[in-house]
């Protein structure tokens, strides 16, 4: 059975500086993995996803993620924090979802 | 991109009555549509998935007659909560899958806050 494992319930970053929130899964078959954004009391949206097409994935806001299969790992990065960042963001396995990562943005 | 709509927004209810909630997908047809439910600050727990013509599948430990869902067309999906309870107050989101199983994608409905007074 799949599984995600987001590591940091809360990550609190400065504006400008690096976003990191980190992503594992464990498939028995091939990962089709996305990332969703949520604001409060809305519903999610997507990021990105993977689709094995390629490993560095680009998505909307800025953001990207790398899946690396050695690591079983599909980390969501952005070079430079912007207030506008501060959400819930989840990493899901198709229709299975990680326990999310609140970011904070510091000004 | 493909768009997903729920309604209500927001809903009230006394214990004892129930509420249904409606899933629809307004610019193509889904024959598959998931239920969630999420808990403040906490992620989001499959509770179901709902079929096109058939039952849903539900997940372990959720309540078959207490989450009743009907998907009698390929663009409207119901969550009805049954004889609701205050434990029952949640946040309920649909999603509804577009495209081929390896490349598609979810689409998520704008949610629906449950509060059972």
């Known amino acids: 059975a799949q599984s995600v494992t987001q590591l940091g319930s809360h990550v609190s970053v400065s504006e400008g500086a690096l976003v990191l929130l980190r992503c594992n899964y464990s498939?028995?078959?091939?990962?089709?993995l996305f990332w969703y954004v949520q604001y409060p009391n809305q519903g999610l949206q997507l990021l990105l996803k993977?689709?094995?097409?390629?490993?560095l994935v680009k998505g909307i806001n800025g953001f990207e993620a790398e899946f690396k299969k050695s690591e079983t790992s599909f980390h969501l990065t952005k070079p430079s924090a912007h207030m506008s960042d501060a959400a819930e963001y989840f990493c899901?396995?198709?229709?299975?979802f990680g326990s999310g990562t609140r970011l904070s943005i510091r000004p | 991109g493909a768009v997903v709509s729920q309604h209500p927004s927001r809903v009230i209810c006394k214990s004892g009555t129930s509420v249904k909630i409606e899933c629809r997908s307004l610019?193509?047809?889904?024959?598959?549509m998931f239920w969630y439910r999420q808990f403040p600050k906490q992620s989001l727990m499959l509770m179901a998935t709902?079929?096109?013509?058939?039952?849903?599948?539900?997940e372990q430990g959720v309540e078959k007659d207490k989450f009743l869902i009907n998907h009698a067309s390929l663009t409207l999906s119901t969550l009805t909560v049954t004889s609701a309870h205050p434990e029952d107050s949640s946040f309920y989101i649909c999603?509804?899958?577009?495209?081929?199983?390896?490349?598609?994608?979810?689409?998520f409905g704008e949610g629906s806050r449950l509060t059972v007074l």
């Open positions: 610019d193509f047809q889904a024959t598959t």
């Open positions: 993977y689709t094995s097409a390629a490993t």
């Open positions: 899901a396995a198709k229709i299975i």
């Open positions: 498939s028995s078959v091939p990962p089709y």
């Open positions: 709902s079929n096109e013509g058939s039952k849903a599948t539900y």
């Open positions: 999603s509804a899958f577009l495209g081929t199983p390896n490349t598609g994608e979810l689409f």
